[in-house]
């Protein structure tokens, strides 16, 4: 098939050339669509990531059972019979600890800073007594 065409151009005095049109639009349209889909796809699987990583976060300092407890209040003011949680156990336990360890943290980071300053003084006063004490032993004043 392709050597009758072929021959049928040559004998035109044309030149056989093969050629893709898209059925719809133009190819330029077509690529655009695509280059906006990839880069919506980036875009979610960019937002998940940072969601997974907010997640542990949120759900240490309790996040959900303010949004809960705030559900429940918008609820039964537009008349909604919504049941009490069954129970409220450990919650604030839960939310204290985490109070806690947040303030130890800051306290053990003071206390990393303030070790590590004052190490540091004891070794310059160690290396200035040093030199001053080779220098008694050598005989020549400071």
Not at 17 to 24: D, G, N, R, S
Not at 76 to 86: I, L, N
Not at 93 to 101: D, L, N, P, T, Y
Not at 107 to 131: N, T, W
Request: aromatic share 4%.
């Amino acid at each position: 098939m392709l050597a009758s065409l072929r021959r049928a151009a040559k004998g035109l005095g044309c030149e056989l050339v093969y050629a893709l049109v898209p059925k719809e639009g133009t190819l330029k349209d077509h690529l655009a669509a695509e280059q906006r889909a990839t880069h919506e796809k980036a875009l979610a699987t960019k937002r998940e990531k940072r969601e997974a990583q907010k997640k542990p976060w949120l759900e240490e300092i309790g996040w959900r059972e303010k949004f809960l407890g705030s559900m429940r209040t918008l609820l039964r003011r537009e008349g909604f019979r919504v049941r009490p949680r069954k129970t409220e156990r450990g919650v604030e336990k839960e939310q204290a600890a985490f109070r806690e360890a947040k303030e130890l943290a800051g306290v053990a980071g003071m206390m990393g800073r303030a070790m590590s300053e004052s190490a540091s003084q004891r070794v310059g006063e160690q290396i200035s007594h040093g030199r001053s004490r080779s220098c008694a032993l050598s005989g020549k004043g400071a």
